[in-house]
T-cell receptor, first 112, second 115 residues
């Protein structure tokens, strides 16, 4: 009964392919996030949804598109993958601004 | 705009020694501050947080941090390091101006614990 689960954990794919990463939380939190962690371990926010509504859309290539079918799920679809997309992608959820995040274990994406 | 700076990308201590990881923040409003730990190939885990209550905050695994407004700091300490403390540590500040719960993370500090 993992609180925030991401699938897959590892993803190796070729340039130009389209791939999706799924995230599900069973904590009942209203807000979910996608962060990208680069090779230097820097964490940068990409998107956030609050109860299925997009509330954060940082400057990322429009090849990245989030989708939230309900407040427990936040998926990330990436079109035309590029070498520079290789990173670890983390999903997180939170109920309030003061609570902090609960993170998933990450998806390591490698584009070859 | 809010930001955090972690001084020292790499800290090495001996087992049993004091751990001190430094974090300074910049915020135009009273900040909410967090420390997270990341073990290899895992997600981030919340260690402790400051949300305008007591300035000395105790967290899990024996860690604590003190909010010092005059120094704009939120340094993380542990009296005696264990080998199991070796990990990446991140300080974060909530972007309260956006009202989205967005966290802005520091660059991270790698803690090495030597036997």
């Amino acid at each position: 009964d993992t609180a925030v689960s991401q699938t897959p954990k590892y993803l190796v794919t070729q340039m130009g392919n389209d791939k999706s990463i799924k995230c599900e939380q069973n904590l009942g939190h209203d807000t979910m996030y996608w962060y990208k962690q680069d090779s230097k371990k820097f964490l940068k926010i990409m998107f956030s949804y609050n109860n299925k509504e997009l509330i954060i859309n940082e400057t990322v290539p429009n090849r990245f598109s989030p989708k939230s079918p309900d407040k427990a799920h936040l998926n990330l679809h990436i079109n035309s993958l590029e070498l520079g997309d290789s990173a670890v992608y983390f999903c997180a959820s939170s109920p309030t601004e003061t609570y902090g995040y609960t993170f998933g274990s990450g998806t390591r994406l490698t584009v070859v | 705009a809010q930001s955090v700076t972690q001084l020292g990308s790499h800290v090495s201590v001996s087992e049993g020694a004091l751990v001190l990881l430094r974090c300074n923040y910049s915020s135009s409003v009273p900040p909410y501050l967090f420390w997270y730990v990341q073990y290899p190939n895992q997600g981030l885990q919340l260690l402790l947080k400051y949300t305008s209550a007591a300035t000395l905050v105790k967290g899990i695994n024996g860690f604590e941090a003190e909010f010092k407004k005059s120094e704009t700091s939120f340094h993380l300490t542990k009296p005696s390091a264990h080998m199991s403390d070796a990990a990446e540590y991140f300080c974060a500040v909530s972007d309260r101006s956006s009202n989205t719960g967005k966290l802005i993370f520091g660059q991270g500090t790698t803690l090495q614990v030597k036997p």
